[in-house]
């Protein structure tokens, strides 16, 4: 198994960790059956595998969170367009994206070679920011584009057009360099990005370090990529901040298992408003893993990362309001959180909150027809 693939096995099982059952009596309770605080939504399971070898007709492969954080290879044929998602999500202001720790999934990304031949019009550095920014780049002079939205054809073009204006603009650098990597055009992305990771530009040295750990351009990066990824995270990259930490619960490629440092990386992530971060951390207060068990600081984080749109935090909220275990006991706030987590596209909640539909309904037939 490479190193790229070692990663993103390191990453899943650092999420199969943090979903772990808490402890038997958490469960919702009555007749149903679904996870306890901070539980995954899917069933334990071993951690995931991943195939050495791409198919040869996979013109695009890309690793993706499953259910209950399993890592799954998806492909897309040479000829087809990038799936939409089959879920609904709710609509959000800050994206959360998936733990996949892959530079290939920065975008939808397009053919080789596609860029038009027109040039911009109007400022190229202000389209390239437009359509190239990075929400989780600080320095970034612009809202930024999530990455289902990204057009990395549209965002090379300008940021190309861009650098003629400004050539050594770290900000411009990065971005040029999201958008080659997007569409799998890593030596180019490489070559763009140093220069920018050379200026001290933390997402650019997170994207950097995405392509050396993922293996996009075979082995030997391994310990430029490590070093990459701490510089970033060092430098306040939210996105890699998260990264290292859950590296440092899973002890994958090389990194030291240390949960109390794996809390540290995890609270910086959280303090920049980035939900899985948030959502993890508040998994490790209520375990007490790495720090001091503190239930009321885990529903605050969880509630943060919730209100965010984040699935699993979302089904916490709903456990944690039905147990009374951390959050006052509210079957409304259960009712709520079960619906929320089953339109933005959670596996299991939807099964829960019929569920509990059903029990509710029961108990109200019974007490109708009571006696006296």
């Known amino acids: 198994m490479n190193r790229g693939v070692a990663l993103a096995v390191g990453l899943a099982v650092a999420v199969l960790l943090l979903m772990r059952a808490v402890t038997p009596d958490d469960p919702l309770q009555g007749s149903v059956t679904p996870p306890a605080p901070m539980q995954s939504t899917a069933a334990p399971r071993a951690a995931p595998t991943f195939p050495e070898r791409v ?70 550095v202000q389209a390239c920011d437009r359509l190239a920014a990075s929400p989780y780049d600080p320095t970034r002079a612009a809202e930024g584009v999530v990455d289902d939205e990204f057009d990395a054809a549209a965002a090379e073009q300008a940021c190309r057009q861009a650098l003629e204006t400004a050539p050594k603009e770290p900000r411009i650098l990065f971005q040029l360099g999201r958008a080659l990597a997007a569409q799998r055009r890593f030596p180019e992305a490489k070559d763009v990005l ?21 293996g996009a351009l075979g082995e030997g990066y391994h310990t430029r990529g490590m070093a990459l990824l701490r510089r970033a995270a060092v430098g306040e990259n939210a996105k890699a901040q998260y990264a290292l930490g859950l590296l440092h619960i899973s002890g994958a490629i ?50 943060k990362s919730a209100k965010q749109n984040y699935a699993d ?51 109200a037939d019974n007490a109708k027809t009571a006696p006296p």
Request: glycine share 8%; net charge neutral.
């Open 55 to 124: 198919p040869s007709d996979c013109a695009s492969p890309y690793y993706e969170p499953g259910p209950g954080g399993a890592m799954v290879l998806k492909c897309r044929p040479q000829s087809a367009a990038p799936a939409e998602p089959d879920t609904p999500s709710l609509s959000s202001d800050a994206p959360t994206p998936g733990v996949a720790h892959s530079a290939a999934r920065e975008s939808r990304p397009a053919a080789e070679g596609s860029v038009a031949a027109e040039r911009i019009e109007g400022d190229p």
């Open 194 to 214: 140093e220069r920018a990771a050379d200026a001290s530009h933390a997402a650019a040295q997170y994207a950097l370090s995405e392509i050396f750990l993922d």
């Open 254 to 303: 090389g990194a030291p298992r240390n949960t109390r440092e794996a809390v540290g990386w995890l609270r910086q992530s959280a303090m920049q408003n980035y939900a899985p971060a948030q959502f993890a951390l508040g998994r490790m207060l209520y375990m007490g893993r790495g720090v001091r068990a503190d239930r009321k600081a885990a529903f605050r984080w969880l509630e």
């Open 313 to 363: 935090a979302q089904l916490a909220l709903a456990s944690m309001y039905n147990t009374g275990k951390g959050a006052p006991k509210d079957p409304e706030q259960t009712l709520y959180w079960l619906r929320r987590a089953t339109d933005n596209g959670h596996p299991d909640a939807k099964r829960y909150y019929d569920q509990l539909l059903r029990q509710s309904g029961a108990q």
